[in-house]
C-alpha cells in the first residue's frame, strides 16, 4: 500500500507542478505583452515628439526668407552669400537654448547608433540620396571646439553637430521692403 500512496502523492506533485508551469507561463506571457505595450506608446511619443521638433524647425525655415533662401541654396547645392546668425560662430552659443539643425549637404540627421525603433527614426538616420535631410529644432549642450553636443527629441543620446550647421531660430531682421517681380517697372 506505501508504494501505490507515494505514487498518488508523486502524481499529485506532478499535476500540481503542471498546474503552476502553465499558470506561471501564462503570468510571464502577460507581464511581457504588457512591457511590449508599455514600449510601443514609449516610441509613439517620441516618434510625436520628433515629429513636432521637425515640424517646429520647418515652420521657422519657411517663415523666415534667410533661413528659407539657405535652404534652398542647400537643396541646389548653391553657396548663400547672406551672413546667417550661427552660435559658436558669429553670435554666442548658450547651452538650453533651441538652435535649427540644417545641413548643406545629404548626411543623416540623426545618429544611425543609438536610435529609437520605427520607420520615422530610420529614415532619419539613413543618408539621403541627393538633398540635404530637413531641418531639426535642437537644444544645445556644450561647444566643443567648432562642434556642438546637442539633445534632440529624435535621438535617445546627444550628439555632436558642427557650428556650421546650427543655425539660430531669428534671424536678423530684412529692413529691405519686400518688392514683387516686375515692380521697377
Known amino acids: 500500500m506505501k508504494k501505490l500512496e507515494i505514487a498518488t502523492v508523486f502524481a499529485q506533485y506532478k499535476v500540481l ?4 508551469g502553465v499558470l506561471s507561463s501564462w503570468a510571464s506571457f502577460e507581464v511581457w505583452k504588457w512591457h511590449q505595450q ?13 515629429q513636432q521638433r521637425l515640424n517646429s524647425a520647418n515652420r521657422y525655415v519657411q517663415s523666415d526668407r534667410f533661413l528659407k533662401a539657405a535652404y534652398y541654396a542647400s537643396k541646389t547645392q548653391d553657396k548663400l552669400q547672406i551672413k546667417l546668425n550661427k552660435p559658436g560662430i558669429n553670435t ?7 538652435y535649427i539643425l540644417m545641413y548643406d549637404k545629404p548626411v543623416s540627421l540623426i545618429p544611425v547608433n543609438p536610435r529609437y525603433e520605427g520607420n520615422l527614426f530610420e529614415r532619419l538616420s539613413r543618408q539621403p540620396d541627393k538633398y540635404p535631410p530637413e531641418p531639426l529644432i535642437v537644444t544645445g549642450k ?9 539633445i534632440s527629441a529624435c535621438a535617445p543620446k546627444s550628439f555632436t553637430v558642427s557650428l556650421e550647421n546650427l543655425y539660430e531660430i531669428t534671424q536678423p531682421i530684412d529692413i529691405s521692403p519686400y518688392l514683387p517681380p516686375f515692380s521697377s517697372f
Not at 508599455?38 to 520628433?50: D, N, P, R, S, V
Not at 556644450?142 to 546637442?150: F, Q, R, Y
Open 17 to 20: 507542478l503542471a498546474i503552476l
Open 38 to 50: 508599455q514600449h510601443e506608446k514609449y516610441i509613439a511619443q517620441k516618434q510625436q515628439a520628433c
Open 92 to 98: 554666442d552659443f548658450k547651452p538650453e537654448q533651441q
Open 142 to 150: 556644450k561647444l566643443l571646439g567648432n562642434k556642438a553636443e546637442v
